[in-house]
């Protein structure tokens, strides 16, 4: 397993287009985070998932976001509606156990609205 | 609200000299602190951690600090490589949270 991956790397989309993530994890992983980052920050924590069980979403910017992990294995987060301010670099992570323990970040993928 | 702060947003240093970079947090309930490293187009990388009983964690070139009644802590680089130069950012958790400083470029010179 050569690490976590994110797909697209590159996503360019108009205001109100819903767009949709993909972060497969390092696969004996059984946690999944999604951040983002904007331009001069850090990444900003969304949500987690352990397994399927998605544990923590109250971070989640607006009702637009949405994140699924159906299987307990890849990850899906979905912007619907987007807005200019959505411009961001996603990141997804993954790791063995709780929060504190090392998390593994892929690319990213870096959405830009119009 | 910004619970972790890194109120350096650049250090620069001559290689083979010590680089101190430094991270301070409100919330006194986080029980965990890392340091990971980013390069360009890539995604952060872990460095090293401490946990909150802890005053102080080594791993080879690299110690982290924490001064909990100062709500503070330092990443020591020692001694300070080309390969080095980075984005350093500091993050500190507790349960279900993890919070994230804006991040230090750090520049090392040959």
């Known amino acids: 397993d050569t690490g976590v991956s994110q797909n697209p790397r590159h996503k360019i989309t108009k205001r109100g287009q819903n767009v949709t993530f993909r972060c497969d994890p390092i696969?004996?992983?059984?946690?999944l985070y999604w951040y983002r980052q904007t331009l001069g920050q850090g990444p900003e924590f969304l949500t987690y998932?352990?397994?399927?069980?998605?544990?923590?979403k109250s971070r989640l910017l607006s009702d637009r976001f949405s994140a699924e992990r159906p299987k307990g294995s890849f990850s899906t987060l979905e912007i619907q509606r987007t807005e200019q301010g959505d411009s961001a670099m996603y990141l997804c992570?993954?790791?063995?156990?709780?929060?504190?323990?090392?998390?593994?970040f892929g690319p990213g993928t870096r959405l830009l609205v119009l | 609200d910004q619970q972790v702060k890194q109120n350096s947003p650049s250090l620069s240093v001559q290689e083979g000299r010590i680089s101190i970079l430094n991270c301070d947090y409100t919330?006194?309930?986080?029980?965990?602190f890392l340091w990971y490293k980013k390069y360009p187009a890539e995604g952060p990388t872990f460095l090293i951690s401490?946990?909150?009983?802890?005053d102080k964690n080594e791993d080879g070139r690299f110690t982290v600090f924490l001064n909990k009644s100062a709500k503070h802590l330092s990443l020591h680089i020692v001694p300070s490589q080309p390969g080095d130069s980075a984005v350093y950012f500091c993050?500190?958790?507790?349960?279900?949270?993890?919070?994230f400083g804006a991040g230090t470029r750090l520049t090392v010179k040959p």
């Open positions: 696969s004996e992983h059984n946690r």
């Open positions: 993050a500190a958790s507790e349960d279900n949270d993890m919070r």
């Open positions: 998932f352990q397994n399927e069980a998605q544990l923590e």
């Open positions: 919330n006194s309930m986080f029980d965990y």
């Open positions: 401490i946990s909150s009983i802890k």
């Open positions: 992570a993954s790791s063995l156990g709780r929060m504190e323990e090392t998390q593994y």
